[in-house]
């Protein structure tokens, strides 16, 4: 995506409060300097630019019906002989934004060696069912996670929950534009304050989901491990393999689908989906927990009612 695009993406998430600035521009991939630059300089900046891309592509297009099987270095090279020099990270950001795909075959993107890790680790990279064969987890022992596409009024958004196995509790909730790592762990932070509030403790536990870009990424994968000392777990059948957060999704977006297609703008779906994450944890019954509310259940669990906090956080 060109960078103008990535702007204006990032001020309509600006201005829809998504998250804040530093997040937004992370998430994106824009530098604070390119951010700032483009609030200062744009119009006159693209004016420019535009015209000196138009004579460069120009040129690049020229080279390529000549050399189909030249790559950015050669047509560089081939520039320079026409008497302009062009930076190659220009002549890479041509290529891509106008789609002039080279007729050469194209290197093979590196393998995630997080996901081959996980792939030679095989039934032990499920931890979750390790874990239920031997006995059935405390409360925030075993978490679940996932994302999934929410249409609304106003078009579609991802969301993500993190839930408690023992409870069903919602401990925590968030959604944006894009499945990232970055969203994924600001929900994470949302889970860890609610469990220490609830617990008087840092959390220990295993959170399961799959094997989403997000879950294998350094950043998801180094914080939790590293920074956080949690256990991370990954289905070996996607969604099948995720039954409990599945099963919410399928409840949670039927249930209430007709109430999220109402939402016009991403802050009334954030107001809906806050009211009826409450009616979840509150008033709704789950067989599974033997009729139960998930509130009912995790005050039972826990032995208290101290600090009742039913709508889990929403980051």
């Known amino acids: 995506m060109p960078v103008g695009e990535r702007i204006a993406l990032a001020k309509q998430a ?20 390119t951010w700032y630059y483009y609030g200062r300089q ?5 004016r420019k630019r535009e015209e000196e891309d138009q004579k460069t592509l120009a040129l690049i ?31 890479r950001r041509l290529l891509n934004d106008f789609h002039l795909a080279l007729k050469r075959g194209l290197r093979k993107p590196k393998p995630n060696p997080l996901l081959e890790i996980v792939l030679l680790a095989g039934e032990r990279a499920d931890l979750r069912a390790s874990l239920l064969r031997e006995r059935e987890p405390k409360p925030f ?17 991802w969301f993500l929950p993190i839930l ?54 350094h950043e998801w994968v180094g914080k939790l491990l590293l920074e956080d000392g949690q256990r991370v777990s990954y289905s070996l ?7 409990v957060v599945e099963s919410f999704f399928s409840r949670f977006k039927g249930e209430n689908r007709d109430l999220f297609l109402e939402a016009r703008t991403l802050e009334e779906l954030k107001g809906v989906i806050a009211e009826r994450i409450r009616y979840y944890h509150e008033g709704r019954l789950h ?6 509310t998930p509130e009912e259940a995790l005050r039972e669990a826990l032995g208290a009612s101290h600090g009742k906090e039913t709508g889990g956080v929403q980051n």
Request: proline content about 7%.
């Open 287 to 292: 067989s599974g927990l033997g009729y139960r």
């Open 237 to 243: 059948m996607g969604p099948r393999g995720n039954p």
């Open 14 to 33: 600006l201005a829809q409060g998504l998250a804040p600035l530093p997040r937004i521009l992370s998430a994106l991939d824009i530098p604070r300097a």
């Open 164 to 217: 408690d196995h023992a409870t069903r509790a919602v401990l925590a909730w968030g959604m944006g534009p894009s499945p990232t790592a970055e969203l994924a762990l600001g929900v994470w932070d949302g889970a860890k304050e609610r469990i220490l509030r609830e617990t008087g403790r840092e959390p220990w536990a295993l959170i399961h989901h799959d094997q989403g870009g997000a879950f294998l990424s």
């Open 61 to 91: 297009t020229q080279v390529l019906q000549e050399h189909p099987r030249y790559g950015y270095r050669r047509i560089q090279e081939e520039l320079k002989r026409k008497g302009m020099r062009v930076n190659g990270k220009r002549i």
């Open 141 to 157: 022992e075993l978490l679940y996670t996932d994302f999934t596409l929410l249409p609304y009024g106003g078009g579609k958004v």
């Open 42 to 46: 744009k119009v006159e900046a693209d």
